[in-house]
């Protein structure tokens, strides 16, 4: 089978699970239900020769009922096709099962979700934070986290202050200019 | 037995009278050696500085030490963020006195670009910083522009006035009377430019 046909058998071959799928610019898009995601995962790695995990990210869409999403991007060494699989996760449950035993490099990226979004991933085997440091208190990439931080404190570890969001020698106008006018420019003296 | 003479003309031309502040920062400003604190792109154009286009030999601070205690100056070049910020200041505490810091670059300055959760807003909140350098990263030629001026800052300090009491009142009794200067406290006190959230 060929990398096209087997994008197109998709939805003949995972049946039910897919939820909807969206074709753009020649990239396949398809969502499932969190409670399938290892199963449809394995599937994907041995039956449908998906060897390669790029990347996991997560969308913060605040405001919106399931708030965040989880997005998979999976490739095929030997057809050479790409396929993204996403699911949603509500704030309730915020957890989703691991594919790090699937694909080792989850590892990593499972904890990133989790240090920046703050989704768990059940059954990981090593679920510390990876940028910020144990004991953070924050989730610095959801929505309702302010962009100039907050201010923590972990005695001898670490800590953090809010960073001036006026006041430094450069200033950025927040609009709906283009980024050649929004960039941040040098504060004038009478300012 | 041949008279030992007060005054020997031999050794004439290698005796030079000067005062002993002049001679101990003379010596401390022509041999400072960094502490390079390479965090960000900046550590490039300090390593450019080192090498033999710019030659920061000249200034007699080619050798960099990458063990504190061998340092006088730590250039803070690069983002410092809030992760590394205590290691930042350990490794300045772990520096002999004297010393001093050079902030290298719009990040060690200020925080630079990164108004971020993740940033410091400038070493200075942390260490006493005697010379900042703008530019990002600054030229090679900026970098050596502040070494200079370190040194034109070393030349008027008060270096014996500076030392501990206790190491200098045999040869000064009256030394104790001294109010300790700036440098002595450096570091301990809050600074000029040390902000009042220094920890």
């Known amino acids: 089978m060929t990398g096209p046909e087997l994008l197109k058998s998709l939805s003949r071959l995972l049946g039910s699970k897919i939820q909807s799928q969206i074709e753009f610019r020649h990239e396949t898009t398809f969502t499932i239900q969190p409670a399938d995601l290892r199963e449809v995962a394995k599937f994907c790695r041995d039956e449908l020769s998906f060897d390669y995990l790029i990347d996991i990210s997560s969308v913060d869409n605040l405001g919106e009922e399931p708030r965040f999403e989880v997005v998979y991007e999976v490739y095929s060494m030997t057809l050479a096709i790409h396929l993204r699989i996403k699911l949603a996760v509500s704030e309730e449950v915020c957890a989703v099962d691991t594919v790090s035993d699937i694909w080792p490099t989850a590892d990593w990226h499972e904890r990133e979700i989790y240090d920046m979004m703050g989704i768990r991933f059940n059954n990981h085997p090593d679920l510390r934070r990876i940028l910020m440091w144990d004991g953070y208190p924050f989730f610095p990439l959801r929505k309702d986290f302010p962009l100039e931080g907050l201010p923590s404190e972990m005695p001898d570890v670490a800590f953090t202050s809010a960073a001036p969001m006026e006041g430094g020698p450069f200033v950025t106008q927040p609009s709906t200019a283009t980024a050649k006018d929004r960039e941040p420019r040098a504060r004038r003296p009478e300012v | ?199």
């Not at chain 2, 993740?118 to 703008?134: E, F, H, K, R, T």
């Open chain 2, 1 to 199: 037995m041949p008279q030992v003479a007060a005054y020997d003309s031999k050794i004439e031309g290698n005796i030079i009278f000067t005062q002993l502040d002049a001679a101990m920062n003379w010596m401390r400003k022509n041999s400072l050696w960094p502490m390079p604190m390479g965090l960000a792109c900046c550590a490039i154009e300090l390593m450019a500085t080192a090498a033999s286009r710019f030659d920061i030999a000249r200034f007699g601070s080619e050798v960099m030490r990458f063990s504190p205690r061998q340092c006088d100056v730590m250039i803070v070049a690069g983002t410092v963020t809030y992760k590394m910020a205590l290691a930042v200041k350990r490794i300045w505490e772990q520096m002999p006195e004297p010393k001093w810091c050079i902030a290298m670059g719009a990040c060690a300055s200020s925080g630079g670009m990164y108004r971020s959760y993740a940033v410091l807003q400038g070493i200075d909140q942390l260490i006493p910083v005697d010379v900042y350098i703008s530019g990002c990263p600054p030229r090679p030629e900026a970098l050596l522009e502040g070494l200079m001026r370190l040194q034109k800052k070393i030349e008027g300090e008060q270096s014996f006035l500076a030392q501990k009491p206790q190491l200098t009142a045999d040869l000064v009794p009256e030394i104790k009377k001294r109010p300790p200067t700036r440098a002595y406290v450096r570091g301990v006190a809050t600074a000029p430019g040390v902000k009042s959230n220094m920890r």
